[in-house]
């Protein structure tokens, strides 16, 4: 059994950074797609950044060069560093993975949420101007 757990969310003023972690604990293999999605009120689940099977870095448009995931193999851990914060950043942000027996595309686009099989329970992260 695998789970994921987030921290590191907190509250900042615009052009602040926050480093987000999610430690994946328990069984250990190598997922083949690991990621970060956002939710903010009234709105879809979004993604903002992964890792894919090939250690591909992807980011979707709107993150424009503010922030960096990452993943230490010895920690079994994936980071989401956010710099430049803006109002609009304003979410709760969720790990995801796949799980051992699954393999999703690993993309970013609209709906791609549906793909992952495990998610943490969420960090929130707050910008104010």
């Known amino acids: 059994q695998v789970h994921l757990v987030e921290s590191g969310g907190g509250s900042v003023q615009a052009g602040g950074s926050l480093r987000l972690s999610c430690a994946i604990l328990g069984d250990k293999y190598r997922s083949s797609c690991m990621a970060w999605f956002r939710q903010s009120t009234g709105k879809e689940r979004e993604g903002v950044a992964a890792i894919d099977t090939d250690s591909a870095h992807k980011y979707a448009d709107f993150v424009k060069g503010r922030f960096t995931i990452s993943h230490d193999d010895a920690k079994n851990s994936l980071y989401l560093q956010l710099n430049n914060l803006e109002p609009e950043d304003t979410a709760t942000y969720y790990c995801?993975?796949?799980?051992?027996?699954?393999?999703?595309?690993?993309?970013?686009?609209?709906?791609?949420?549906?793909?992952?099989?495990?998610w943490g329970q969420g960090t929130l992260v707050n910008v104010s101007s």
């Open positions: 995801a993975a796949d799980g051992p027996q699954t393999a999703s595309p690993c993309t970013l686009t609209p709906g791609s949420y549906r793909t992952l099989a495990l």
